[in-house]
């Protein structure tokens, strides 16, 4: 049964569905597999112990839906509340933290019978870009041990990556679904704003953070859309409709010859872009005019400005939705008598480095006096961001960017240099700003000091046109031939 971990859900779907195998035999391999690895990823933070589960012998879903990920095993960030299983949102603060309610994706999860097997580790609050800001350790890139997955999502890209799990869930507020994807060499999707709810993230920027998925392969992601996007009474601002069957339309052809691909030019910037990356990019655009689309090459002057723009207001929004923390309701407690002696005890024992940082920096940019020299002047480039990608869209049909400007960097290589780390960024937190949807889709390796890395391509549709940015996720497979295999260390786990 192990040696089936490697295959996509869609074709493991096959084999239940044709009775070939055993979904309650594949969920405990799956399971017994991740658990024997994890001490060399360290992908999770906690397990559910309760491996038999009875929705596993419940029956499948109905026949006259669109076809769902259902009866198979699946990851969550821990920063999806689940009923009855620690959350603790990668900090100290929350530790031992157990919700009496699920998230809406991951109740949507349980009723498609799903296994939920654990919950992944992150970057603490999901405030980092490498998996080093966990209070519950650094989660490794499967690729090479001495370098960063990605993050904040990190332990939900390993997860898939180190074939420990089908599919997992992340959270992408400024590229933490699509950089790790990136990273570790397999499928990332962040959703435009909406189009998944948000009920049950522990939040930290509300306007940016949006649920995401990895993969193996799109067609898996369009499976998973079938069954967690769908309308929530619970979350105003999720507009999914539930009447979209992604999983078909993913595998309507494309037309190549029809395709009109917007490249922006200043993130082709060699001085931006490491070599590797820039070159694997290049190829993957010359697979594509191949095929017959028109590459149509586009400005983009607030490259140099969105930046810090989405860090202060992600930062200004982090230090409103933290302020909960306050060692009475949740997490943590202290035994100070004196209120503000409490506060600070619990706050300074119970967050990160990281975390204090972007509170301060957020506190900062919204008081008085300089509210309105930084805060207001965000939002107002966050409107330009907007607009300029709105008149982009007048102009093609989809953008192509690499998803990181930079391969995976060794751990602790940037742990002391922020700003480097928040430049990582560069090619993700735009669409953020934007609220669109965007998808990593792998496109080669490259070399940094003798490790072989991979690369990704990043797909940018307009806002709610997500059917389209799948269908070209996966033609672009199709075009390329790529198809998801894991480390060669995790095969030889699979096959020992």
Known sequence: MRELLVKPGHELLDLIEQGEIDHAELQEAQYQFARGIDERVNAF???????????????????????????LPYAAKDIFTTKGLQTTAGSRI???????????????????????????????????SSGEMSAYGVTRNPWDFDYVPGGSSSGSAVAVAACQSVMALGTDTGGSVRQPASFCGIVGYRPTYGMISRYGLIAYSSSCDQAGIFARDTLDVALTMNTVSKPDERDSTCQATGDIDFYTDTQRDVHWNKLRVGVIKPLMDSARIDAPVLTNFQASLKA??????????????LVDYYLAAYYIIVCAECSSNLARYDGIRYGIVSDDEDLLARYRSVRSRGFGAEVKRRILLGTYVLSAGYYDAYYDRARQLRRDVREQLEAMFTKVDVLATPTSPVLPFKIGEHIQD???????????????????????????????????????????????????????????????????????????????
């Open 45 to 71: 933070i906690s397990w559910d112990e309760e491996v038999e589960h009875q929705e596993w012998r419940l029956p499948m879903v109905d026949q006259d839906l669109p076809r769902q990920f259902h009866r």
């Open 94 to 128: 929350l530790k031992g933290y157990v919700p009496p309610y699920d998230a809406s994706c991951v109740s949507h999860l349980r009723h498609a019978k799903n296994h939920l097997m654990g919950k992944t580790n992150l970057d603490e609050f999901a405030m980092g």
């Open 288 to 301: 594509m005019t191949d095929a017959g689309a028109e590459i149509v090459e586009l400005d983009f002057p």
């Open 418 to 496: 922020p700003v480097q780390m928040y430049l990582s960024d560069l090619c993700t937190v735009f669409i953020n700003l934007a609220g669109t949807g965007g998808i990593n889709i792998p496109n080669g390796f490259g070399e940094r000091d003798g490790a072989k890395l991979p690369t990704g391509i990043q797909f940018v549709c307009a806002p709610f046109r997500d059917n389209l940015l799948l269908r070209i996720g996966h033609q672009f497979e199709q075009l390329t031939g790529w198809k998801y295999q894991p480390p060669q260390w995790v095969l030889d786990e699979l096959n020992a």
